[in-house]
Every structure is written in structure tokens, then in C-alpha cells.
Nanobody, 114 residues
């Protein structure tokens, strides 16, 4: 089963930065959009950011101005630059790709300490 490969999670202090990466295999063609979602313990999965093949972006309200999503279309790779991290950003972050099917990554833990 095709799966996305995430990297870059970890432990960081509040106010710090992390950069997440998500690589989609070359076997996935004609990506419509890719996105990052997160799920904190006891909470529903929520949208962090989304980027379309045109380059247009959508951000969740809680991360606007702090996080930046980008992608390398040639490499089918997506990034999430997270700055000014807060303790409430602690969650498992998942990447998602939408083409003719929907693909998910396995998740990467981001922990922000106070």
C-alpha cells in the first residue's frame, strides 16, 4: 500500500521552530492537493494547512502567521515550517495527499514544552 513518508517531528521548547517534511512516492501522479493535519490526545483531527497544485494555500486559524506550508511539485514533497511554537501545538502531525485516491502518512509526534 502506498504511504507517505513524514519526518522532522520532535521535542522543542515553546517559541522554538520545527520543520516537517512529507514525501509522496513517485507512483502517485497528478496530486490535487497535499495537507497537514494534527491530532492531540482526546481531540479530533484538525486541518493545519493545505496547499494545492496551483500553489494556493489554506491555513487553520490557530496557526496563521506562524506556520508556512510549501511543496516541491517536481519531488512530490511537502514541507511545514512551524515557528513560534506553543504548547497547544503538541500533537501527532499527519500529512495527506489527494490524487485519484487519498493517501496518509503514519504521523510524526511534535511536542512543545513550556
Amino acid at each position: 500500500q502506498v504511504q507517505l513518508v513524514e519526518s522532522g517531528g520532535g521535542l522543542v521548547q515553546a517559541g522554538g521552530s520545527l520543520r516537517l517534511s512529507c514525501a509522496a512516492p513517485g507512483s502517485i501522479f497528478s496530486l490535487n492537493y497535499m495537507g497537514w493535519y494534527r491530532q492531540a490526545p482526546g481531540k479530533q483531527r484538525e486541518l493545519v494547512a493545505r496547499i494545492f497544485s496551483t500553489g494556493s494555500t489554506v491555513y487553520g486559524d490557530s496557526v496563521k502567521g506562524r506556520f508556512t506550508i510549501s511543496r516541491d511539485n517536481a519531488e512530490n514533497t511537502m514541507y511545514l515550517q512551524m515557528n513560534s511554537l506553543k504548547t497547544e501545538d503538541t500533537a501527532v502531525y499527519y500529512c495527506k495527499a489527494v490524487a485519484s485516491q487519498i493517501y496518509w502518512g503514519q504521523g510524526t509526534q511534535v511536542t512543545v514544552s513550556s
